[in-house]
């Protein structure tokens, strides 16, 4: 999921002529620093791992719950969220579109990415004396289970505010010149004055406000480079004071219950486990099993990376670590057989979209909870829809792949295709393993993600031989990292989801989606087309944390099931997600694939009309999505 975003450049240099002592000096302390942020923040994944594991194995092995289990992660999770979003920032790894950043002259490019820095420390700044007086009053709360003050949760929001601004002003110490970081503070500090002083000409707009902050405002932010998740807070905070009396405490409340959702707690968990699948070698050996299988026939190594890519999105929720599991070891191959690379990125970019769905996907978490569908309805409603756009998929390799050159390609001998399967079959077991206990009510969906963490670490040392201690502190970093950048968005797109309602917006929008003419089948075409916009702009779960608890009432009130609803929405964002121009997913597909996104458009459209072919069928025929609930 970062799957689903283009970062911030990680070349954190300082520009020429800035080295000396000052630079040396900032280099060093952020070093320090960032070490004071990173050990706890990678400590904080393996103590929720430890946590619930533990309750799994109390509750099923010893039938004796841990009744503080809940209490303790959630407390550990936001610390995990808020630190995590610290490193993400230091590392320049907040979610954000770079389309058309990435298309300005050198000099606007370094000039735009130090002002998105800039507007985040202007939020920053602003939020803190509220998030300050968030945790005092939240000190008189004491916590159910533990006892304790509930301040020791709530402080992890100034604590993360302030750690997130010291950084913000090393890292504009360190990347840009003193002209270029002068004049976007200017800019910035400008443009909050310029609000400040239309203060009273704001207050009479009424509804119009909506479109000036979480339109106009917005888009500017998210086109102009700025994070997406400081793009939403600057939009709600703005709103919130300069057109209503609300106090600001109340967003630093919206935003920690939105990043405080338990069933969050899977993400960065199969965060984890993507990551881990890669290290120990079960995704190449899926990989090895599918090409014994296809790779003699047209196009076989193509119906492969369709394949494969079902089968480990199944179990990363990752689309980067589930592209970057599949490239690398089918691309060779497919190029010495005569494949375009511009067709190998392409085909890889819609495999991306194809699999949303397949459980667990973060977004269809996500969906479960911010509006209450059962997760294991999600997840298995969620298989055949993303098979529906796998065969669609497969036509269109078919159609190009007719004229394929096979004649130095063999077929597998039945005894290597059995010795591959048995070495496939532990990766194998795995997506089963996690569907099972979720759907059997063995595990919920945020402790099934540790059952497969330990799963994994014993295929790997005991089955596969595959184990590099040396990656697992850099792989608890990448998901704390990659965790707080998501669950960021999540906290502050909750804030603005509640700006919009507490508006009257949801009841307009209510009113405006049942009067679309169709019923039904208008209410799918609009949502389709809304989503695919939606997916393409804000990416999939800043999406559905603002619309779903809005349009999915909507949806039972047409006599759309939820879970269908769910499956339609997902496809629509992922195809936006992965579609050019601006679906960043595309361009994330082209650098894995070391492919010029130009050089791989022309090959884009033959898969993109099977992938609105494939969502279509998805949204008309109910009974791929409900039909095994």
């Known amino acids: 999921m970062q799957t689903h975003a283009a970062c911030y450049a990680k070349d954190t240099r300082p520009v020429a002529g800035a080295r000396g002592a000052p630079a040396r000096w900032l280099d060093g302390l952020d070093r320090v620093l960032g070490l004071a942020v990173e050990i706890p923040a990678a400590l904080l994944v393996l103590a929720e791992i430890a946590v619930l594991l533990s309750g799994v194995i109390a509750r099923y092995v010893f039938h004796a719950p841990l009744v503080w289990g809940d209490e303790l992660a959630s407390i550990l999770f936001l610390w995990l969220s808020m630190l995590g979003a610290v490193v993400a920032l230091r590392r320049g790894e907040h979610m954000r579109m770079t389309a058309l950043v990435a298309r300005a002259t050198p000099a606007v490019r ?130 919130l004071a300069l057109t209503t009396q609300t106090p600001l405490m109340v967003m630093v409340g919206r935003m920690d219950e939105g990043m405080s959702h338990l069933i969050l707690l899977a993400v960065p968990m199969f965060i984890l486990l993507g990551l881990l699948i890669e290290m120990t070698g079960m995704a190449r050996a899926m990989i090895g099993f599918l090409a014994s299988l296809l790779g003699h026939v047209r196009g076989g190594l193509s119906y492969v990376l369709i394949g494969a890519m079902y089968l480990v999105s199944g179990i990363s929720g990752s689309k980067v670590a589930d592209m970057a599991a599949v490239a690398p070891a089918l691309f060779p191959e497919m190029k010495q057989r005569g494949a375009r690379p511009g067709n190998l990125a392409a085909l890889l970019s819609c495999t991306g979209a194809q699999t949303e769905t397949i459980p667990p996907s973060i977004v269809l978490i996500t969906i479960g909870s911010v509006t209450g569908v059962s997760i294991a309805a999600l997840f298995t409603g969620g298989m055949l829809p993303g098979a529906a756009l796998g065969l669609a998929l497969a036509v269109i390799v078919w159609r190009r792949s007719r004229g394929e050159d096979l004649s130095g390609v063999h077929r597998a001998p039945g005894r290597e295709i059995a010795r591959l399967f048995c070495v496939a079959v532990p990766a194998l077991l795995l997506p089963f393993l996690i569907r099972a206990a979720v759907v059997e009510g063995v595990a919920t969906a945020t402790e099934v993600s540790t059952i497969g963490i330990a799963y994994s670490v014993l295929a790997g040392l005991c089955l ?166």
């Not at 006892?147 to 913000?168: C, D, H, K, Q, Y």
């Not at 022309?602 to 609105?612: D, T």
């Open 110 to 239: 370094a000039w735009l990415d130090v002002a998105a820095i800039a507007a985040a420390l202007c939020f920053m700044l602003m939020v803190l004396p509220h998030a300050w007086e968030y945790a005092s009053e939240e000190a008189v709360v004491t916590t159910p289970a533990l006892e304790i003050s509930n301040a020791w949760r709530a402080a992890a929001l100034p604590a993360g505010f302030i750690l997130m601004t010291v950084f913000a002003l090393l890292r504009l110490a360190r990347v840009g010149s003193w002209r270029q970081v002068a004049g976007a503070v200017a800019a910035v500090a400008v443009i909050a004055g310029l609000f400040l002083l239309a203060q009273p000409v704001l207050a009479t707009l009424g509804k119009a406000n909506l479109l000036v902050f979480f339109v106009g405002l917005v888009a500017a932010n998210v086109f102009l480079g700025v994070p997406i998740a400081f793009s939403f807070a600057l939009a709600t905070f703005g709103y």
């Open 464 to 629: 596969y031989r595959r184990f590099d201690w040396r990656r697992i502190p850099s792989m608890l970093l990448d998901t704390a990292a990659l965790s707080g950048a998501i669950i960021f968005i999540v906290g502050a797109a909750t804030a603005m989801a509640w700006g919009l309602t507490q508006s009257g917006f949801s009841q307009d929008l209510a009113e405006f989606m049942r009067r679309m003419p169709g019923g039904t089948a208008g209410f799918l075409l609009v949502s389709i087309v809304a989503f695919v916009v939606l997916g393409s702009v804000l990416e999939g779960i800043p999406a559905i944390v603002l619309f779903g608890p809005l349009l999915f009432p909507i949806a039972r009130a047409v006599g759309v099931n939820e879970v269908h609803y769910a499956m339609v929405v997902i496809l629509s964002m992922g195809l936006g997600l992965f579609a050019p121009p601006f679906g960043v997913g595309y361009y994330g597909a082209c650098a894995i694939s070391k492919v010029s996104p130009d050089e791989a458009m022309p090959y884009m459209w033959g898969y993109l009309v099977a992938l609105v072919a494939g969502v279509l069928l998805v949204a008309f025929i109910p009974w791929i999505s409900t039909g095994f609930l």
